[in-house]
């Protein structure tokens, strides 16, 4: 196993939830974390709270530019890349007899095409390191919620992405992973305009008892599987559920 002292990790989507836990996990472990995201404010702030260890990059990753300039500000912060953490992107709900095809192309320009771009970019900085890449998928692809195929469609485009990706990269001593995490609380769905925080917070709870394990999950859990991922030497191309069991469809039928 890889130790974690002395990374240097990139981010995106690092100024909340899953990605800010993840940050904030690398970095008390003796990373050297760089966090990315498009509102300046929250990364900044989060980095600030971190301290030194970690440096905020405001940038969207749709955009080549601003791509670019998170490989650039990772290696200048570390010294080196030796992983990616494609965690940026957005909930996207639409039902089937509304689709737009606007709509559904921004979820994959956002979801999908943006980290697959990144990941491409970040391969020369990845392969003297033998470094990995991690992509965040999640239990949609396990479980079926009306509603959400937009968004269900692109994090299974990512988890298919993981294993071709890995075969491909293999011969560079990169690996990839993806992690499948169930319901933790963050804020996507307000962030989408979706629902207000205390409709959120009410989801969550709704859908607690449907994990095995009876509760969600919290950003420090997803963390604990990226970390394992970024170590393990002899693992990659794998998708791992980190769910509570909530993918099992557990059922008192």
């Not at 299974?156 to 294993?163: F, Q």
């Not at 769905?189 to 917070?201: C, D, K």
Request: glycine share 12%.
């Amino acid at each position: 196993m890889r130790e974690i002292s002395g990374m240097s990790v990139l981010i995106t989507g690092g100024g909340s939830g899953i990605g800010e836990g993840a940050a904030r996990h690398f970095a008390a472990r003796g990373a050297k974390v760089t966090i990315t995201g498009r509102r300046a404010d929250k990364v900044e702030a989060v980095a600030k709270s971190i301290g030194p260890a970690c440096r905020a990059v405001a940038g969207d990753v749709t955009k080549h530019a601003d791509r670019e300039a998170m490989l650039k500000a990772a290696v200048e912060h570390g010294g080196r890349l030796d992983l990616l953490v494609n965690n940026a992107a957005n909930m996207y709900r639409q039902a089937v007899h509304e689709y737009t095809e606007a709509f559904l192309r921004e979820a994959f320009e956002t979801n999908v095409i943006s980290a697959m771009m990144l990941s491409s970019m970040a391969v020369p900085l990845l392969e003297p390191t033998k470094g990995a890449i991690v992509f965040l998928g999640s239990v949609h692809n396990r479980r079926a919620f009306p509603g959400a195929s937009p968004y269900a469609t692109t994090k299974a485009a990512v988890e298919g992405l993981t294993r071709v990706m890995a075969a491909e990269l293999g011969r560079r001593q990169i690996r990839v992973g993806c992690i499948l995490p169930g319901a933790v609380s963050t804020e996507i769905n307000v962030r989408a305009g979706l629902f207000t925080q205390e409709q959120a917070e009410s989801r969550y709870a709704a859908i607690a008892p449907q994990h095995a394990l009876g509760r969600i999950g919290t950003v420090d859990e997803i963390a604990e599987g990226i970390e394992y991922l970024a170590r393990a030497e002899w693992v990659t191309g794998v998708a791992l559920e980190i769910d509570g069991g909530l993918g099992l469809g557990v059922s008192s039928f």
